[in-house]
C-alpha cells in the first residue's frame, strides 16, 4: 500500500532581494496516517519582477 503524496507551488516574494521564488512543497502521510510530514521543500528563483 503507497502513501499517499500530495505536492503543493507557492510563490514566495522576498521583500529583502525584491525577487519572486517559486517553493514547492511535497507532503506524506505518516504511517499512523494522521499527520502529513514534509518530505522535500524546493525553491527556485523566478527572477526579479519588472
Do not use: A, D, F, Y
Request: glycine letters at 6%; a positive charge; charged letters at 20%.
Amino acid at each position: 500500500m503507497m502513501n499517499p503524496r500530495r505536492c503543493c507551488l507557492q510563490q514566495k516574494w522576498s521583500s529583502q532581494s525584491h525577487s519572486i521564488s517559486m517553493v514547492s512543497i511535497c507532503l506524506e502521510k505518516g504511517i499512523e496516517g494522521q499527520s502529513w510530514v514534509v518530505t522535500s521543500i524546493t525553491e527556485r528563483e523566478l527572477g526579479h519582477p519588472r
